[in-house]
């Protein structure tokens, strides 16, 4: 069977396949904004994405091109910056460790690109370059450059968002040097009292200033994937306006069809509201580790729910992601190494349901289905078969370490004192110890409100 998704533009659910002659496929995905810690949520979005990774490797092997971003500059990450005093590479680069060891913990494929939103400022200086001699964007008094919303009729098709809509929605923010409300901006001009240190020469060669938040990922799309891709996606919030802005920018500039396929996938819900970083609402994966569930139940967990539908997270959805996971641990076992044989049909299932739209809950239902019906066979092709669809689904049964190792009497001492430094916001000092922790051979991971010690990864 075809891998079949949901596309967000046409509304409809349709089959991927790449495009170019090459045969690659092209996939890019929005990634995190590094200047606090990913939540759950955020992880919801990355872990289905994963999801459709895998898949896309398995129907088109060693064929796929997948790229993420991080999103290093933007008013979030300036303004955290700001608030610790500290500079904005340093506040990034702590975000950036922390979110890779939670991938890492979390089974995600590492993308074949990631690239960063300031490693890439010429090549958005020149799409907005483009932009400005095409007509599709001016530049307003204080020297910004905003996109010409009414010189692309097609503005809206992705959100369908009505005219009226727009002037509501966009009335919150930028309205300040506009043509109209619902123009955006791609260069904003340099303002020492926001901005610090952060500027770069911009459009034109002049006017100091950073790029907009949307104009990043596409100027990134087009350096590493090119001017048309196969699918791009994100959580539904990312749908209005960035996508549509993205879209806007892209096609103008290049004059071709931006992306073939768009697939948003829905938010994870605590107490029947979004969880935010700015809401304060959230669960981070270190927060769950220290209650004791490992990563794999919590990657599980977030499985259980279909990817187009928001899901409720609770604690007890982790104790049932244990208890299945002990499970298929002991059918594992049961069968025995997989060994050299050719997978057998048990789990064929599993795969159809993601490839029928990324049913995930259909494809967990359908992993039991066939553990429940099993039958004493060929035990290695059958153990083949599970690992082929637990690899899918990004399901590692390795069994969690029993306790994780723990650091020494003088680390965890360090590792304490850092905490309450950082805590009376006396980043020299918590730094300074931060060294001596790492000097001790051990990481200290940071969360909310919590931290925990990690053996440091040899380089
Ligand atoms: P951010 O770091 O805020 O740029 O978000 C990273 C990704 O997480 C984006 O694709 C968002 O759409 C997604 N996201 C944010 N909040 C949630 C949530 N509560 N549930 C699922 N995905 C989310
Ligand atoms: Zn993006």
Redesign the pocket.
């Known amino acids: 069977m075809a891998l079949k998704l949901f596309d967000s533009l046409t509304r409809q659910t349709r089959e991927l396949a790449p495009a170019a002659p090459d045969g690659v496929f092209r996939f890019y995905n929005?990634?995190?904004?590094v200047y606090a810690p990913?939540h759950i949520?955020?992880f919801?979005?990355f872990i289905v994405n994963d999801v459709l990774r895998r898949l896309l490797d398995l129907e088109f092997p060693g064929k796929v091109k997948h790229v993420r971003n991080l999103?290093d500059v933007d008013d979030r990450t300036i303004g955290q910056a700001r608030a610790e005093r500290r500079p904005l590479a340093e506040i990034t680069r702590h975000w950036t460790a922390l979110f890779h060891a939670d991938c890492a913990a979390l089974n995600l494929l590492v993308p074949h690109v990631e690239p960063t939103a300031t490693g890439h400022i010429p090549e958005q200086v020149e799409m907005i370059d483009v932009l400005l001699q095409k007509g599709n964007a001016y530049r307003s008094a204080d020297g910004s450059v905003y996109f010409k919303i009414t010189s692309f009729p097609q503005y809206g098709a992705l959100s369908r968002i009505r005219e009226r809509e727009l002037k509501v929605t966009n009335t919150a923010f930028d309205a300040d040097h506009k043509d109209d409300v619902g123009d955006f901006a791609l260069w904003k001009a340099y303002k020492p009292e926001e901005d610090g240190d952060v500027r770069w020469p911009g459009p034109g060669g002049a006017f100091e200033g950073r790029p907009g938040w949307h104009i990043e990922c596409s100027a990134m799309i087009r350096r590493h994937l090119g001017e048309t891709i196969d699918l791009h996606t994100?959580?539904?919030?990312?749908l209005f306006p960035h996508h549509e802005n993205e879209i806007a920018q892209s096609e103008c500039c290049t004059g071709t069809t931006f992306a073939r396929h768009w697939y948003h996938?829905e938010?994870?819900l605590v107490d029947g509201t979004?969880?935010?970083?700015s809401k304060g609402n959230y669960y981070t994966l270190g927060d769950l580790v220290a209650k004791g569930y490992s990563p794999t139940a919590v990657r599980y967990a977030l499985l259980s729910g279909h990817p187009r539908k928001q899901l409720n997270f609770t604690l007890d959805s982790l104790h049932a992601a244990e208890s299945a996971l002990k499970a298929l641990r002991r059918f594992a076992q049961g069968l025995g190494p997989a060994g050299s044989a050719e997978p057998s049909a048990l789990f064929d299932p599993v795969i159809r349901a993601l490839e029928d739209d990324l049913n995930t809950p259909a494809a967990l239902g359908a992993l039991f289905s066939a553990v429940n019906a099993h039958a004493p066979g060929n035990a290695a092709a059958d153990r083949a078969a599970l690992d082929r669809a637990l690899g899918v689904l990004g399901l590692d049964l390795t069994p969690p370490a029993s306790g994780a190792p723990s650091a020494p009497a003088e680390v965890e001492d360090l590792a304490r004192r850092r905490w309450e430094a950082k805590k009376a916001r006396d980043f020299a000092a918590a730094d300074h110890i931060r060294a001596e922790i790492a000097a001790a051979g051990w990481s200290m991971l940071d969360s909310k409100d919590g931290y925990r010690l990690e053996p440091a990864k040899k380089a």
Do not use: E, I, Q, Y
């Not at 929005?30 to 904004?33: I, K, N, S």
């Not at 994100?234 to 990312?238: C, K, R, T």
């Not at 979004?274 to 970083?277: A, D, E, G, L, V």
């Open positions: 929005c990634g995190p904004t990913a949520g955020n919801r979005t999103t994100g959580g539904v919030d990312l996938s938010h994870l979004t969880m935010s970083k």
